[in-house]
């Protein structure tokens, strides 16, 4: 008489491992906690800026000090720049260089120098700190042949990619797009901490995000993330909604409009 072969064995279910700081934030009970006074910013005729604060606070069971490091990156876009060169004694333009993205907005704040609360590696690696924020390469390179090997795609800046780099970096800093404060994280209290995110009039629209890591003995232990929205309002928002929806439509009546000017002024300069 057959038997019936045994049951197979229940299925094992394991759970995915946390990621390296919760599971050191979670070992030991450190961790951190924020929150944004404001998460949408409003941008109308009249902006002129604004001023947000991030507040938090740190759970620190431990007799081991922490430091904590906020950083706010704004909407990514394309950067389009040109260098200006002499050839033949007149200064002309360069080809233009066109990274694919860098971040509209960044900004550091830290209870101290960044460098002296992580290393390099590990800064490098978050992406913590102006030295360290990645931005997107040129688009444009070229495919050449080299060491008998066809099809190698190389960068056309070469070299010279770390130059156009700081070029990003200085023409964003000179428009308050950019900043790195060292003192910019304040403890008022044990544990409780604020930091201001200003926002200059120029600030791009979109989506921001702010992290605020929180590190001990050099490594990060925890990150805390919080969102904020800058949008339009008003007839500045009609205006670019029509613009993105009807682009064709939204260009035809800029060139009416500049056309029925232009020639308004010029009645009113030929009959004075």
Sequence with gaps: MMQAPPPPP???VSAPAPAPAAAA???NGVRVAAALTDSQVRVDSGFSGASIVLYGAVFNPTDTPTDVVVVVRGPDGPVRLVKKTRNTGVWLNSRPVLFEGA???????????IGDIAEFGQLRRLGV???HLRINAPEES????????RDVVVSRLGEDYLDWRRAVIRLRED???YYT?????KFVDRGLFRAEIKLPTVA????????VWLFQDGEAVDVSTQTLTVEKVGFERDVYEFSRNRPWTYGVLCVVLAAFTGWGASRVFKRN
């Design 181 to 185: 404060d060292p003192a910019g994280v």
């Design 204 to 211: 791009p629209t979109g989506e921001y995000t702010a992290q």
């Design 142 to 149: 070229s495919t050449v042949t080299r060491y008998g090997v």
């Design 103 to 113: 971040p509209g907005f960044y900004m550091t704040a830290s209870s101290r120098p």
């Design 10 to 12: 229940p299925p094992v």
């Design 175 to 177: 428009d308050a797009l």
């Design 25 to 27: 934030a979670t070992e």
């Design 129 to 131: 700190g102006l030295d």
